[in-house]
């Protein structure tokens, strides 16, 4: 499915960065479809889906890791199957109703907080993204904690650590690919949301600013596709659009893998 996924997206989306030029669809500033005279250049979608998911990693990494170090080898058993369950709801949750709950707390309370006219913004995209990766991080991680054999850690009790040290100087360690992988999935949430964040972020084609509506990669795709006409160069820039998105997704992966790897030879 991977393969012809990717074979879709490249016959899909070549046409038009051949006819638009790699350069102008990459690093163009200006996104204006139906425009009498149309321009189709993606830099502030891309900059601001790694803006969004770089802020996201940074807020809802350390918050999803300590969770899962907590439940994992902090917390008494009752209070950890009580966090347990509620990280599981968090995770059942559709995409729509963190959009919903989003637009109608978190947009009109950044626009009162900071005295803006629209509230919707990358920071409120930012926040739902952090919110909506923690299950993914938690529950991974957790797992991949709980794999690491326990003569590990008697080993590191024996030689007189305490018991928090072992953790972060042992189990962790241990644990770090489990871990890793966690994050690739946090990533490949954040970066592949679409549905949320339209309802957040302003859905605007702007340069990226924290407090200014904006646009990604993914909610550019869906807010468009349905009224570019087959066959047309607005539709095939939106097949290019999801060709860069793949493409960053798998690089991503590739990257993180090869930084494991590195890690465990070293």
Not at 205 to 231: D, H, Q
Request: proline share 5%.
């Amino acid at each position: 499915f991977v393969l012809f996924i990717s074979i879709y997206l490249i016959v899909s989306g070549l046409p038009a960065i051949r006819e638009i030029g790699l350069v102008d669809f990459l690093f163009g500033k200006e996104w204006a479809s139906t425009a009498a005279e149309p321009k189709f250049g993606i830099l502030p979608f891309i900059l601001t889906s790694i803006y969004g998911t770089a802020g996201a990693i940074v807020l809802g990494v350390p918050v999803g890791f300590m969770t899962a170090v907590f439940l994992a080898k902090v917390a008494p058993q009752k209070l950890a199957t009580a966090v347990r369950t509620a990280v599981d709801l968090l995770a059942g949750i559709p995409s729509v109703v963190y959009g919903l709950i989003g637009m109608m707390v978190l947009v009109p309370a950044v626009r009162k907080l900071f005295n803006l006219p629209d509230g919707a913004s990358l920071f409120c995209a930012i926040i739902v993204l952090a919110i909506m990766i923690l299950p993914s991080i938690i529950s991974v991680s957790e797992t991949a904690l709980k794999a690491v054999p326990k003569e590990y850690e008697e080993a590191s009790l024996a030689l007189g650590a305490t018991h928090i040290e072992t953790v972060f100087r042992v189990t962790v360690p241990a644990a770090r690919s489990g871990i890793a992988t966690a994050i690739v999935l946090g990533i490949g949430r954040a970066i592949g949301e679409a549905m949320a964040i339209i309802m957040v972020a302003g859905n605007v084609a702007n340069m990226p600013g924290l407090l200014t509506p904006v646009r990604f990669l993914t909610t550019a795709i869906a807010s468009e596709m349905s009224y570019a006409s087959v066959g047309s160069t607005h539709r095939n820039a939106l097949f290019s659009i999801g060709l860069v998105l793949f493409l960053f997704i798998m690089m991503i992966n590739v990257f993180l893998n090869v930084f494991i790897k590195n890690k465990k030879e070293g």
